[in-house]
T-cell receptor, first 108, second 113 residues
Framework: SQQGEEDPQALSIQEGENATMNCSYK?????LQWYRQNSGRGLVHLIL?????REKHSGRLRVTLDTSKKSSSLLITASRAADTASYFC????????FGAGTTVTVRA | EAGVAQSPRYKIIEKRQSVAFWCNPI?????LYWYQQILGQGPKLLIQ????????DSQLPKDRFSAERLKGVDSTLKIQPAKLEDSAVYLC???????????FGSGTRLTVV
């Protein structure tokens, strides 16, 4: 069973705009991770956020975590065409349980 | 550090045939995972190994899928006989407690016709 639900399922934005996607999960977490996947191939790790953290940054990426609402969000600022990919959140309990993902298309 | 190696990259088989995938994790990573990703969905864990022992295989369709990790290093996932709904990308990942994170291979894309 998949533990996370991403919203929206798909997102289309213009280059330079920000992209925000949300993830909700059902049970308590140790850690939550975000991954990117290009063209259905391997997954690339973006950010890990621990249950006692509320926000983390990595370059143009910002992840927030609200454990009271069992939700997380990923913000990509100043998007580029190369950001076109599918983005997944995954609950991390010494194994990853993925949501269905958000497909982001960045138009030039 | 070399990444997680998987082979083959692509495989096309007819239904009811058998197929095997191979994964070589990062050296020293004790934990190895096999995921199935159907088009348009997120990866689903099939089986988790710790060294050469199975930790979780609750979502592995054991009537047709099998996996082994002899000697606690590389691993093989087999499907016999394959069904049309087995068409998916099969991803292998490894992790180590000394390195917090998971590293994924590029996957094997299986098409069952």
């Amino acid at each position: 069973s998949q533990q996370g639900e991403e919203d929206p399922q798909a997102l289309s934005i213009q280059e330079g705009e920000n992209a925000t996607m949300n993830c909700s999960y059902k049970t308590s977490i140790n850690n939550l991770q975000w991954y990117r996947q290009n063209s259905g191939r391997g997954l690339v790790h973006l950010i890990l956020i621990r249950s006692n953290e509320r926000e983390k940054h990595s370059g143009r990426l910002r992840v927030t975590l609200d454990t009271s609402k069992k939700s997380s969000s990923l913000l990509i600022t100043a998007s580029r065409a190369a950001d076109t990919a599918s983005y997944f959140c995954a609950k991390d309990d010494y194994k990853l349980s993925f949501g269905a993902g958000t497909t982001v298309t960045v138009r030039a | 550090e070399a990444g997680v190696a998987q082979s083959p990259r692509y495989k096309i088989i007819e239904k009811r045939q058998s197929v095997a995938f191979w994964c070589n994790p990062i050296s020293g990573h004790a934990t190895l995972y096999w995921y199935q990703q159907i088009l348009g969905q997120g990866p689903k864990l099939l089986i988790q190994f710790q060294n050469n022992g199975v930790v979780d295989d609750s979502q592995l369709p054991k009537d047709r899928f099998s996996a082994e990790r002899l000697k606690g290093v590389d691993s093989t996932l087999k499907i016999q006989p394959a069904k049309l709904e087995d068409s998916a990308v099969y991803l292998c990942a490894s992790s180590s407690p000394r390195f917090y994170g998971y590293t994924f291979g590029s996957g094997t894309r299986l098409t069952v016709v």
